[in-house]
């Protein structure tokens, strides 16, 4: 170590955590330009400015291995709600859906719904120019992208729910292909959503063998979190070995009552099959409810057949409602356990349990359901109170498990009138909240490693994730004795609380607690 030198920030006195599960130690951290330039007892050091962090966690910056955030950058890009959360970097594209691929023509009007409101339109031609685009926007993040596979199915085979002809498989290698070139790190699938849904495991095998081809790995939406959620990891298995790249098993859960304790079974697969020799990670988010499509959530598959404006054509039909209701009411769903999303159409019932919505409109349930989605163009979004508070302790802790909110970037004044999961706002500090301080289930360190460490080695970003002489200076600085999540259902525009400092590509970006106004993220792009 340097006995003196020169550097733009200096840290002193912090508890140092370096991202690798070690314990934290007293030490100060020199920053130059956008890296860490010296970590130790830097007592010669001068700096153009000097803070004294003593008493505060000085650690790598939360990479969020699994969010939505390309529905937002376009609009949001400071990403406010993430940023104090302690997060710099993002990872998105995530579920099948990427919104870099996606164009301006009818096949992909429900994406272009969800974007027009904020302003976005479909200026971009190709992934490279999407990714382009937001390096000229400026990021309060970094941005990890992804390939998307249900939207390379639409882009070739819009809405058809039958295996590809060659040609059309052919396309859909193409598409991969060109994202990857461009510099996305993962193919993800999410197997529970139409179009991915219609896809059959050889058809994933061989676009994953595409990823693979470039370095890649395969990210996952499972075919089932529910009833068939072991046969479901026993096929991302499968796909993963045949096209020979690792796996990340996202939001790893077991929904519905009677399925709980099934994770035990599914981790149980996972480390047979590293024993075997498979890369495999997976990631969580600390909370009991998730948040979906009501129409995937509450009708069954045969409902969902189609694109769209199929669904819609159903919820009309009087023969096809009448079929939807029986087989609504075979499923027999718990509607107080059900709070309804985002819904601009009706907001009135949004922050509403289905049964208390229901019973303001003087509806059935199911009839209910039926008028909303109608109402709402078949998009709407509700929170599922059916996971079990065991298996998301059971997952957090076991070893290969990294933390992702599979929330979007957004903030509380613009975005006042939507109702986003909370996880957008409080994951990462709500695990160091509760599942450390509270809790015990894991240490300080171990808990720092899964939001940083491990998920930077899955990226293979060598030099983001820790604290390192040399790494670049993705740094947040918090109290552990206050850092808590705020949001909740009823309140989820909430920004947490606890980042002091936080420094994005070596710039100051939370600075004692307050937004500096700063965008230093950038696009990185897998090389």
């Known amino acids: 170590m340097q006995s003196s030198g020169r550097c733009d920030i200096l840290l002193r006195g912090g508890t140092v955590f370096d991202g690798l599960g070690n314990p934290g130690f007293c030490a100060d951290v020199a920053i130059r330009d956008k890296r860490i330039i010296a970590i130790g007892e830097l007592d010669g050091w001068h700096a153009g400015m000097e803070v004294d962090v003593s008493g505060l966690c000085v650690a790598p910056g939360f990479i969020d291995i699994h969010t939505h955030a390309d529905f937002s950058l376009n609009h949001h890009p400071e990403q406010i709600s993430m940023l104090f959360q302690g997060v710099t970097t993002q990872v998105g594209g995530n579920c099948g859906f990427a919104v870099g691929q996606i164009d301006d023509s009818p096949l992909f009007r429900q994406e ?36 998307g596979h249900g939207t390379a199915r639409k882009k070739v085979m819009g809405y058809e729910n039958r295996p590809p002809t060659p040609t059309e498989l052919d396309a859909m290698r193409r598409e991969i292909a060109l994202c990857f070139e461009a510099g996305a790190f993962a193919l993800t699938t999410g197997l529970e959503y139409p179009p991915n849904s219609f896809a059959n495991t050889e058809e994933i095998i061989e676009l994953a063998k595409v990823a693979a081809q470039y370095d890649g790995f395969y990210a996952t939406h499972l075919r089932s979190e529910g009833d068939h959620l072991v046969e479901s990891v026993q096929e991302a298995i499968r796909i ?14 077991a929904e519905g009552k009677h399925n709980w304790g099934k994770v035990h079974q599914t981790l149980q697969l996972v480390s047979e099959a590293v024993a075997q020799g498979l890369d495999i990670t997976l990631d969580v988010y600390p909370y009991t409810a998730y948040q979906t499509s009501l129409a995937v959530a509450t009708l069954p598959a045969w409902a969902l057949d189609g694109d769209p404006d199929t669904l819609l054509s159903r919820l009309r039909d009087p023969h096809e409602r009448e079929r939807l209701i029986h087989a609504m009411q075979a499923m027999q769903p718990d509607w107080s356990c059900t709070i309804i999303g985002n819904t601009p159409h009706n907001r009135e019932y949004q922050g509403l349990t289905i049964a208390e919505a229901a019973r303001l409109a003087g509806k059935a349930p199911e009839v209910f359901v039926l008028d909303l989605l109608l109402d709402s163009g078949g998009h709407v979004g509700v ?33 006042a009138a939507e109702r986003p999961h909370p996880r957008s706002y409080g994951t990462f500090p709500r695990v160091l909240a509760k599942y450390v301080r509270q809790e015990g289930l894991l240490t300080l360190e171990e808990a720092i490693y899964k939001m940083t460490g491990l998920p930077a080695a899955r990226l293979r970003l060598p030099d983001r994730g820790v604290l390192q002489v040399g790494a670049y200076a993705d740094l947040v600085v918090f109290d552990y004795a206050t850092i808590q ?21 070596g710039r100051w970006t939370i600075r004692d607690g307050h937004y500096t106004g700063v965008r230093a993220g950038r696009v990185l792009r897998r090389t």
């Not at 302003?119 to 992208?145: A, C, H, K, M």
């Not at 993963?240 to 859960?253: S, V």
């Not at 999540?485 to 590509?505: C, E, I, M, T, Y």
């Open 240 to 253: 993963a070995t045949e096209a020979g790249l690792p796996l990340q098993l996202a939001h790893h859960k």
């Open 112 to 147: 272009q719904r969800w974007l027009k409101p904020h302003g976005v339109e479909i200026s971009w031609r190709s992934f490279d120019e999407y990714l382009r685009q937001l390096d000229d926007l400026g990021l309060g993040t970094n941005y990890v992208p992804q390939c």
């Open 485 to 505: 999540d705020l949001a909740d259902f009823s309140n989820p525009h909430r920004l947490s609380q606890g980042v002091v400092h936080l420094f994005v590509n």
């Open 383 to 415: 929170a599922w109170f059916n996971m079990s508070e065991d298996d998301l302790r059971t997952v957090l802790k076991y070893p290969l498990t990294m933390v992702g909110s599979d929330g979007v970037g957004t903030e509380p004044s613009k975005y």
